[in-house]
């Protein structure tokens, strides 16, 4: 089994640096997703992905792309 896939929804999320701990004292990749205004990150265990401008654009990537056993992380 692969390790699991934290995603969180990045727009207004309060928690992103805890998130990030987390998952590097887990080794576990995090995809933040957001429509914009994400830092680039250094690490290889973090990808930014930035969507349409839209109310649920990316709560909809991450249901595409999320697959059994990964974390999802949303206010919505």
Known sequence: ?????IYVDADACPVKEEVV???ERHGLPVTFVSN???RPSRDPMIRNIVVS?????ADDWI???AKA???????D
Do not use: H, Q, S
């Not at 089994?1 to 896939?5: A, D, E, Q, R």
């Not at 401008?53 to 654009?57: F, S, V």
């Open 63 to 65: 249901v595409e792309n």
């Open 69 to 75: 056993n990964d974390v999802v992380i949303t206010a």
């Open 21 to 23: 701990r987390v998952a």
């Open 36 to 38: 914009g205004g994400l």
């Open 1 to 5: 089994m692969n390790n699991p896939t």
């Open 53 to 57: 401008k839209g109310a649920d654009a």
